[in-house]
């Protein structure tokens, strides 16, 4: 297995627009470190997310709490001929610095709408603007892609060619099981009205 | 959208049993929140990691350090009749405590076991056992499912559907679009010898 730390900025700006969980680290008052899984979206030199303003973490994050955020892609299983070198093909990105609310009203509403497409592309044509109240309810924090690192697993299984144990030429299988990700057929909410259509942006998603 | 703490062990155990990507914080010397994406697995009442001896992280948390643990199923996409209310499906379990190292050669091999056959179910009778040397360089940490909490968001869109803005009654569709996430077609290794049959622990993983 090939495990490298890259600093490819291209390579991590694809993992950041694929996966769109991210798991931020914050320290409590107690000392006590915390996680706080929520949707992450590049927008160009930073890292969108927004969430309740009732969220306790979310408040500490916006006032400029040191951060750590881990966006992980688990791409395939790596099957050894030993459990040992039985691995992941991953890429893991490691953001740190702190968050930035953003308050002002139409860079809020342009970063919701950057959140909305990223998850949905297109989805944002679609529907209603948000109102004012919306607006308000959201938090929506922006931590800057400064000081990150980036973990690239990929390749094939490292077993021992020669050395004792010589598992190449042993009997067992070796080789890697993609993880494929997609969207299934979708469900139509139980208070959808008739005649409503599939909308360009869903369709758009089932084949991509 | 019906988003709700679960005190409920048996979903905390499913979400556990399914998603084998965590994500550690811990709190590095200068006080600031690291994260540590790694391989998780149940097993009864603790968690499983490992991984290298060499990784700090790793060697902090095996020292006892202040952990926190998240373990994150992303279910669906929900796709509301505004951008305010759609959202997703997910299953988010954090887990608080210490972890201790197993060290005792036989709870480490057998704890090593555990993790194999939780991500490629019948793989450990496959292959050959650990070596010393092997089982040597490996760091096991079992962390406590003691104190917990799980937040499980499912249901539909929660458009509003007579306070103006009365989105039920508008144009726009809503639904759930579930995220589907199984393996692909096997890859071989380029130095896997002729003869060698995919194995029954890779062929079910296939149809499962």
Same mark, same amino acid.
């Given at each position: ?49 927004? #969430? ?8 500490? @994050? ?34 740190? #610095? ?20 990223? @998850? ?56 890697? @099981? ?31």
């Amino acid at each position: 297995m090939s495990r490298k730390a890259s600093s490819d900025r291209a390579t991590l700006d694809r993992l950041l627009d694929t996966i769109h969980i991210g798991h931020f680290a914050i320290v409590a008052d107690d000392a006590h470190p915390v996680v706080l899984p929520t949707a992450v979206v590049r927008d160009g030199d930073r890292v969108l997310a927004h #969430g309740s303003t009732g969220s306790r973490w979310l408040r500490r @994050l916006a006032a400029g709490a040191p951060a750590c955020l881990a966006v992980t892609a688990f791409d395939a299983l790596v099957v050894a001929r030993s459990a040992f070198e039985s691995s992941m093909r991953y890429r893991s990105a490691v953001l740190f #610095g702190q968050c930035q609310a953003i308050t002002e009203p139409d860079a809020k509403r342009r970063a919701l709408e950057v959140i909305t497409d990223a @998850l949905i592309p297109g989805r944002g044509a679609e529907v209603r603007a948000s109102t004012a109240r919306e607006l308000a309810a959201v938090l929506v924090l922006a931590l800057p892609i400064a000081e990150w690192s980036l973990k690239v697993s990929e390749g094939w299984p490292d077993d021992p060619p020669a050395d004792p144990p010589a598992d190449v030429a042993g009997p067992a299988w070796a080789g890697v @099981l993609p993880v494929v990700q997609r969207y299934g057929q979708p469900l139509a909410a139980p208070d959808l009205r008739d005649g409503i259509p599939l909308p360009a942006s869903v369709q758009r998603l089932l084949i991509s």
